[in-house]
């Protein structure tokens, strides 16, 4: 892999031979990425899905994946960081699917649902569909996950790709608590420092 444009995509996963990669040969290549313009990030993004694992679990993280493409670059950060997870925990990656959320909007593409469904059945990817709004979905879950486990309040994570210099992201930094006026839910924010250029 060189300083090439193309590279950084190819090793991500968003095009070209990255796609066929298991998740672990993928977190192979991530770690050892030579280009110098996205190793740090990549190794920060890792580092922070990491934590997410360890502190909530695998079946607390959601990934909001709605398949734009930082959506598909998380889900591929993810799926990497979650079978390091598996391997370093000695948990079985078949039992530990990654876990993603698609809030289908009335005006979605069709061609952008049936790309995040085409997505999820070949990672094998445990996805809640949602056709209500951010927050609504989000209640939604959580509500589901609450009945679920039988916990009135689960902790759960939800991975977004907020960047700094989005309109939402405030003083946000890698792991921060939802909004009061919304339910309590921890955001984890794994590319908050990438340029739109990564």
């Known amino acids: ?46 580092e922070v899905f990491g934590q997410a694992f360890r502190l909530y679990g695998p079946r607390s993280v959601f990934v909001s ?42 005006n979605e593409f069709p061609e952008i649902r049936k790309f995040v469904e085409t997505e999820v059945e070949r990672y094998n990817l445990d996805m809640q569909l949602h056709a209500k709004d951010f927050v609504s979905g989000l209640k939604a879950c959580i509500s589901g996950e609450a009945e679920e486990r039988g916990e009135k309040a689960p902790h759960l994570a939800f991975v977004l790709g907020t960047r700094k210099g989005d309109p939402n992201c405030g003083v946000q930094k ?25």
């Open 65 to 106: 994946f709605n398949g734009g493409k930082d959506a598909v670059v998380i889900m591929h950060l993810a799926r990497a960081a979650l079978a390091k997870h598996c391997v370093d925990n000695q948990l079985s990656p078949d039992a530990h699917k990654l876990r993603v959320i698609y809030f289908l909007s009335r």
């Open 174 to 198: 890698n792991f921060e608590p939802s909004s009061s006026w919304m339910p309590a839910f921890m955001r984890v924010n794994p590319i908050l420092n990438w340029d739109y250029g990564q």
């Open 1 to 46: 892999m060189g300083d090439n444009k193309d590279a950084k995509i190819d090793v991500i996963g968003s095009t070209g031979d990255a796609t066929g990669l298991d998740a672990l040969t993928l977190y192979e290549h991530l770690v050892n990425c030579d280009d110098r313009t996205i190793r740090s990030d990549i190794a920060k993004s890792l």
